[in-house]
């Protein structure tokens, strides 16, 4: 792998810190330049979804199995889309509430909370998953293109000379990743360069956030971190970025002046990644130990 930057005279070979230095230096100006217009459709569409209670959400489950983004009809509708003719709804319970009256001394007292709203029973309604509409198509975030060709295999391969076991699960749905510390579980099917993306995400984790610093960071710290490695090995291997990476990173609340008090610690987490990516002659030494470096 070669890292170059092109000019209107002769290519000029990058060191990795320069390419590092350079990618985290795109990503700080991602983030400053605030939330990108594909985050802002997400989130608009997002708020209008509902959360729902465990007992609804065993309802759903039990009747509709594969159900992913479940709303009634209204909200379809103020999302363009439609419920498909014959679709059978996703029965669940809503609350009904009511109004109880306070006393009229105590109203007097105090006229801005002349009444007080109380749960009175439930209803039968009805929802649909996103499946049983059509459409216009639900915002989704940015997602990281292009092929990571042979550095995909070299990452497999360090990672488990790192001693880190991987799999392959759909029960981490909708999670596109997890890692639990020695073991990454990556959800099948993503495309190659989200996946490539994904692993390093989860890779950084295992590097940065699993040992005794864990307990002086923050999840938006770990994610922030974390992600930040993943834009910037990516982008040092040809991946097309995009703004996927300042979208994660602001969902979770991180923002530019976050990352660069974290600066060091992705830095040398992303060089140590890029090293184990470098094609390695027949005969090659020892493993470093990822988890030794990066600390």
């Known amino acids: 792998m070669q890292f170059k930057e092109q000019n209107q005279q002769q290519p000029q070979r990058q060191t990795a810190k320069e390419v590092i230095a350079a990618n985290v230096q795109a990503l700080i100006e991602q983030l400053e330049a605030g939330k990108s217009e594909a985050l802002t459709a997400y989130l608009t569409a997002m708020s209008r979804f509902h959360n729902y209670s465990f007992g609804n959400i065993l309802e759903i489950a039990r009747q509709k199995p594969d159900a992913t983004r479940v709303a ?9 889309r439609r419920v498909k003719k ?4 996703i029965r669940i319970l809503a609350p009904i509430i009511g109004v109880k009256r306070k ?14 709203p109380v749960l009175v029973g439930f209803r039968a309604a009805y929802v649909f998953d996103v499946s049983q509409t059509e459409g216009a198509e639900l915002p989704e975030h940015a997602s990281v293109q292009g092929d990571a060709g042979e550095n995909r295999d070299r990452l497999i391969e360090f990672i488990a000379s790192q001693g880190i076991e991987l799999e392959f699960n759909e029960r981490i749905a909708p999670a596109m990743g997890v890692s639990y510390g020695g073991k990454i579980v990556l959800l099948p099917g993503q495309p190659k360069a989200e996946e490539f993306s994904t692993l390093v995400h989860e890779l950084a984790h295992e590097m940065l956030h699993k040992a005794d610093r864990r307990t002086t960071t923050t999840k938006t710290v770990r994610e922030t ?3 930040a490695i993943a834009f910037v090995v990516g982008k040092a291997v040809g991946l097309q970025t ?3 990476s300042a979208d994660y990173i602001q969902l979770y609340h991180g923002n530019a002046s976050l990352l660069a008090e974290s600066l060091e610690v992705i830095q040398k987490a992303s060089a140590v990644i890029l090293a184990a990516l470098e094609a390695k002659p027949e005969v090659q030494e020892q493993p470093q130990d990822a988890m030794a470096v990066a600390s």
């Open 242 to 244: 995009g703004t996927a």
């Open 86 to 89: 014959g679709e059978k709804g």
């Open 225 to 227: 971190e974390a992600e």
């Open 72 to 80: 009634g009809l209204y909200t379809w509708n103020q999302l363009g």
């Open 103 to 116: 006393p009229q001394e105590e109203a007097e007292k105090d006229l801005t909370r002349q009444n007080v």
